[in-house]
């Protein structure tokens, strides 16, 4: 079984730009989840998605947000980078809300 | 709001020894989950453990075990006979019913570096 795929594993964009970022759950894993890992504040939550629906909302800008298609698939924007947006973005997937989460390898975002 | 804390930041190791990573948690919810990942190199998180806060049982796993206590909030994980793979960075983290279990809260992670 395929486990959780990010993609790209690796971006470089300047300040001012937009970002998208993609997430490929487990195979019949409905949610999807969103983290931000920074050096500084560690891992931080950003946003959870199931059934194509937004359940939860991390303390993050309006400048980052997502969504989640019918295949459970799911995107994350962000835009305007800053350079504190420079992060590994982590996207995990379980089959309901209140099991295991599974993680991917995450995309390294480099902001300059 | 939850919190967790752990409070060492980088152990240091000779391989074959224990070691034990402390982990403290604070919530009002009564029902919630606990979790230990691994993070390697590559960067993902590997899965270790799930506890609902109903259930105080220690567990083993192999060379892991899991010590949870509710009365003083402490969920530790230990190493036994430690190994160079063990080398990792690793997290503790909850989550809470009121907040949705989909939303974890993760401690700043602990160093492990096992020296051969």
């Known amino acids: 079984k395929a486990g959780v795929t990010q993609t790209p594993r690796y971006l470089i964009k300047t300040r001012g730009q937009q970002v998208t970022l993609s997430c490929s759950p487990i195979s019949g894993h409905r949610s999807v989840s969103w983290y931000q890992q920074t050096p500084g504040q560690g891992l931080q939550f950003l946003f959870e998605?199931?059934?194509?629906?937004?359940?939860n909302k991390g303390n993050f800008p309006g400048r980052f947000s997502g969504r989640q298609f019918s295949n459970s698939r799911s995107e994350m924007n962000v835009s305007t980078l800053e350079l504190g947006d420079s992060a590994l973005y982590l996207c995990a997937s379980s089959f309901q809300e209140n099991e295991k989460l599974f993680f991917g390898s995450g995309t390294q975002l480099s902001v300059l | 709001a939850q919190k967790v804390t752990q409070a060492q930041t980088e152990i240091s190791v000779v391989e074959k020894e224990d070691v034990t990573l402390d982990c403290v948690y604070e919530?009002?919810?009564?029902?919630?989950?606990l979790f230990w990942y691994k993070q390697p190199p590559s960067g993902e998180l590997v899965f270790l453990i799930r506890?609902?806060?109903?259930?105080?049982q220690n567990e083993i796993s192999g060379r892991y075990s899991w010590n949870f206590q509710k009365s003083t909030s402490s969920f530790n994980f230990t190493i036994t006979a430690s190994q160079v793979v063990d080398s990792a960075v690793y997290f503790c983290a909850l989550s809470a019913r009121d907040t949705s279990y989909g939303k974890l809260t993760f401690g700043q992670g602990t160093i492990l570096t096992v020296h051969p």
């Open positions: 998605y199931f059934s194509e629906t937004q359940r």
């Open positions: 506890r609902n806060s109903f259930d105080e």
């Open positions: 919530t009002r919810d009564t029902t919630y989950y």
